[in-house]
């Protein structure tokens, strides 16, 4: 009985810790989706983007608005 | 879908209202862009609200609006970003080692993914407040690293302090 009592309790630890370490890379994922640095995988659309500016088709916005 | 621009109204790009030929008279630090499909989400409309509080606190550098049409074609090529729009890009133009050929330096806020109306104004103020105090920073990739890591330890321990009041519950 100690030992059916003992193995639940490391179960439940086990189970808890595995939450834990679940929780917090989903979390840091999560964090790292809304804020990023930019990477070389990133390079294609802000290359793109700053094409856009060079070629005249982004002009800076100086707020202007719909009146 | 409308043509509209999402954010303020028809895009000065296309308007033909921007005074194409006001070019800082420095050269910027930062490029800032806007990309915003249009979803009708809780973040974007918070970025619509507060689309004059950006261009007042970062008026020291270019802030460049793609319209309806251009963010969606720019998604279509980076169907990844799908939903994570609106985004706030910046390009740090003035980063240690230049424009190499790994790719353009800088970082963004992908507000889409926030679907709490104070959470994406949060984030929004937060991030603007950071490029703010950051701006003369020689190294600003790395502020955000720290900053993001950061919050990930903070994150973490918060997680710790749920789990131990979860626990206590019991």
Known sequence: MENLSLSITMLIGIAMAGWIA????????????????LESKDKHITGDLEHMVELGQLKPYRGETEA | ??????????????????????????????????????????????????????????????LFVLDNRQSIALLRQYPELIGKDPILSVHDLHAAGGRDPSGYHGFRLCLGMLHQPTKALSALQEFLRFVAAHRHSPDIEQDVRKRLHRQGLEGAMEVVRESAELLARR
């Open chain 2, 1 to 62: 879908m409308a043509s509209h621009d999402p954010v303020a109204g028809p895009s000065p790009a296309t308007s033909g209202r921007g005074p194409a030929s006001a070019v800082p008279e420095k050269s910027p630090r930062f490029h800032f862009f806007i990309i915003d499909s249009g979803w009708n989400s809780a973040s974007a409309n918070v970025l619509r609200e507060n689309f004059h509080m950006i261009h007042e606190f970062q008026s020291h550098d270019p």
């Open chain 1, 22 to 37: 679940f929780e917090i890379d989903w979390r840091r994922k999560r964090l790292r989706e809304v804020y990023n640095v």
